[in-house]
């Protein structure tokens, strides 16, 4: 398997990073990978007669080829059959409104969008296939994305829900702090709390409390992940502001569709598939 990840320098403020999935014929991938709920837009270009499927226990996304996956509110299970070969562009969670501002961005949607097209046409996915060394990739895409001309929006909507998401993610690095509320927010950001939520959802596609909920379980998942020693399930339940442990555990069983016990005991849910591999 071939695997990286990697940051385009100048663009932070539109994409999360890129990465590249290489998994050749006859390797085994098990057990297959669960993809967490996350805030983020993920381009996926891949050959265009490869297949991709993903299960999210209220129904299955499918089809060939490159797509959009965007905001998932649901754990998704990736079925994947080798040989892959899969280039992933993950974008802010405020990425796709600045690609497309009149995108109506639904969770839990994905495949090859009209709008997407004059983007990332025919022609850039299939130069992308001519060399897939880290630093061909990425010296293509950084030219791509500057040739589009993109720049960062500034429309009130966009500034009131950049200053959101700063805040948030802040809280992010710091998580003994309790879920900042949406008051709060407005209070920050010096409009009513309707403005801001109205503003919010057009640029991400997501409530304030979606979002919320997605990153805190993601670091959540991370931190057992990266746990080698017993878990302290009081300790954690106050360090991710829930009430108590049975609480935090109930959330986790319920967005694992497992016990945390079984979880991590295999290890198996890949903390985001689209650049971390583990």
């Known amino acids: 398997m071939i695997a990286w990840k990697q940051s385009i320098s100048g663009y932070e403020w539109l994409i999360h990073q890129v990465w590249y999935l290489e998994v050749e014929d006859g390797e085994v991938i098990d057990p297959k990978p669960h993809l967490i709920p996350n805030p983020r837009g993920h381009l996926l270009i891949t050959p265009p007669d490869q297949p991709y499927q993903y299960e999210s226990g209220v129904g299955r996304l499918s089809g060939f080829g490159s797509h959009l996956l965007t905001a998932s509110e649901h754990l998704l299970l990736l079925e994947d059959t080798p040989p892959i070969k899969r280039i992933g562009i993950t974008f802010r969670p405020d990425g796709l409104y600045i690609l497309n501002s009149g995108l109506d961005t639904p969770a839990n949607q ?22 897939t060394s880290k630093q061909a990739l990425l010296l293509a895409i950084r030219n791509h994305f500057d040739d589009l001309g993109l720049k960062p929006c500034t429309t009130k909507p966009y500034r009131l829900t950049q200053t959101v998401l700063e805040a948030m993610d802040k809280q992010v690095v710091d998580v003994y702090r309790p879920l900042l509320d949406v008051e709060e927010l407005a209070r920050l950001c010096l409009c009513s709390r309707r403005t801001l939520e109205r503003s919010f959802k057009q640029i991400v596609g997501l409530s304030i409390k ?12 991370l931190t057992l992940y990266q746990q080698n020693s017993e878990v302290d399930w009081t300790a954690l339940s106050h360090q991710f502001g829930f009430s108590d442990q049975s609480h935090l555990i109930r959330t986790l069983k319920q967005q694992l569709r497992t016990t945390p016990s079984k979880y991590l005991k295999s290890r198996d849910l890949t903390i985001d598939v689209y650049g971390d591999f583990e």
Not at 110 to 131: I, K, M, T, V
């Open 110 to 131: 994905c495949g090859w969008f009209d709008w997407l097209s004059p983007l990332f046409d025919s022609a850039f996915q299939e130069s992308l296939w001519h060399d």
């Open 210 to 221: 979606q979002y919320q909920q997605m990153s805190r379980l993601e670091q959540m998942i």
